[in-house]
């Protein structure tokens, strides 16, 4: 499975954004997804995982309420809505696969490369 994440951009304070992540490969259907982020000067940090099924979300204590996390397996995507955005949301936002969100949260088995994120105030 290959990652390919887009979407990012800039944005004010209080907007939203949709993060994409399209994966290429007959067994993304079976991977748990998700999403990493790096702000500047920072380490890079776990927002969000989905389960294959769909059926099992997490979230960063830092995004709860305010960022969702979905998947198309027909479109081959996971995607992560970003609302109420704050400027130290902004940051470099990876996708991330694994074999299940455990896996994701902690060392994803495979990684997308980077899409930046600003938010300004």
């Known amino acids: 499975v290959r990652l390919q994440a887009s979407g990012g951009g800039l944005v004010q304070a209080g907007g939203s954004l949709r993060l994409s992540c399209a994966a290429s490969g007959r067994t993304f259907s079976t991977y748990a997804m998700g999403w990493f982020r790096q702000a500047p000067s920072k380490e890079r940090e776990f927002v969000s995982t989905?389960?294959?099924?769909?059926?099992?979300?997490y979230y960063a204590d830092s995004v709860k309420g305010r960022f969702t996390i979905s998947r198309d397996s027909a479109k081959n995507t996971v995607y992560l809505q970003m609302n109420s955005l704050k400027p130290e949301d902004t940051a470099v936002y990876f996708c991330?696969?694994?074999?299940?969100?455990?896996?994701?949260?902690?060392?994803?088995?495979?990684w997308g490369q980077g899409t930046l994120v600003t938010v300004s105030s």
């Open positions: 991330a696969a694994g074999r299940s969100t455990g896996v994701v949260r902690t060392y994803p088995d495979l």
């Open positions: 989905i389960a294959w099924s769909g059926g099992t979300t």
